[in-house]
């Protein structure tokens, strides 16, 4: 099942709820207030409609004329006052028909089972009640206004935090150990931004402390190694001919090419190499180096160009490839230049989709056969060394190219530029499309 994500900014995030949040507030209070002076409109009326009828009825005891509209059994008296009257006192009665003015009702008996009844809107009364309602709906989008305002202010400050906190976060991962996420979110208040830059550059010192140890406990044991390594290659010389000889021969010789690699693996990453830089002819150079790496392997060059390389750690890639081919892939293996761009392809299986996703590991071949004699660096070796030629190195299947090939291509992109001193781009393990 896919699920759909919609991505949002922080400032319009909180921006929205802000608004959100004001419009609720806005609305509830205008509901009480509305509710509050329409209640005491219609108590004020009520009041007036009893003083109206004292006076009526004052007047018609003493002079019998009826004022302001007043009548004696009316028809059109409603039930439920009729009915409270006729206890012997006066009642009131609002009678709202839905209009903005309701009718108010006021009546009091005055012998004889009769009557006295008034009744009379007040417009100029409920008139306020509208002017209320404009001013009340313009102040409450005012404050979803103000409060849309405010979140972009505060949501764009913090976003804007968090944004140069990413992007600092992206360098360190790239290998920049100098950018410290603190000093790019810094400002005069400290608030959780800062905090989280804190902890982050401190989780990155630590690490950054825990993988220098390991590197350099790997090429100290690496280069321990490497004497009783010499003086094992040495000794099998000695050993008479035959096969139990060349078995040990064999596997000194491995070792011996592993401690090596190990070593090769912990000076890149230190980012201790340096390039040294040559103008080299790329076609010609892939194909004198190919020819005596392996000449089985066929070259193709779609178009030369001239760059500025270092000469023996292209060399180291181009061989690491090639051997890569040669011992997990099928014939034929193929190198085909074209510009700057150096592409190794075999027609075996392809690449696993571990390497794929998360680019090559150490100490594995992608094999279940443990009896081989790749140790699983060689393509971690490549990818250190174009990063200090500051290529970039892609690997994919050639059925990502073409539907119904087969086979690993590794494609190696050397840049317009001369590199700096531990590669100026980064290496990216992902196919290329």
Known sequence: MVRLALRTGLRWKLSAAIALVGALVAIALSIVVHNAARVSMLDNSRDVQVDRLDIVQRIF????????????????????LRKEVTGY?????????????????????????????????FPDRFAVLDDLDQALIIGSAAVVGGGCALGVLVGGRLSQRLRKAAAAAGKLADGDTSVRIRDEVGGRIRDETDDLAWAVDAMS??????????????????????????????????????????????????LRTLVEDVLEVARLDGYAERAELQDVALGEFVSRRVRA???????????????????????????????NATRHGRPPIEVTVEGRVVRVRDHGSGFPEALLREGPSRFRTGSSDRSGRGHGLGLTIAAGQARVLGARLTFRNADEIAEGSTGAVSVLW????????TGSFPVIHLPDR
């Open 61 to 80: 005891e003493s002079t019998g004329r009826l004022q302001f509209g007043a009548k004696i059994d009316d028809p059109a008296l409603p039930p439920a």
């Open 414 to 421: 050397l840049p317009e530029n001369a590199p700096t001193a």
């Open 293 to 323: 790496l392996n000449a089985d392997v066929s070259v193709e060059i779609v178009r030369d160009a001239e760059v500025t390389t270092d000469p023996r750690r292209l060399e180291r890639i181009l061989g690491n490839l090639i051997a």
């Open 89 to 121: 006192k006066r009642a009131t009665y609002l009678q709202d028909t839905g209009e903005t003015a309701p009718e108010v009702w006021a009546a009091a008996p005055i012998g004889n089972d009769r009557v006295l009844s008034i009744h009379n809107r």
């Open 205 to 254: 010192d630590a690490l950054q402390q825990r993988i220098e140890a390991e590197r350099r406990v790997t090429a100290d044991i690496a280069h321990e190694l490497r004497t009783p390594v010499t003086g094992l290659l040495t000794a099998a010389e000695l050993l008479p001919p035959g096969r139990p000889t060349e078995l040990v021969r064999d596997r000194a010789q491995a």
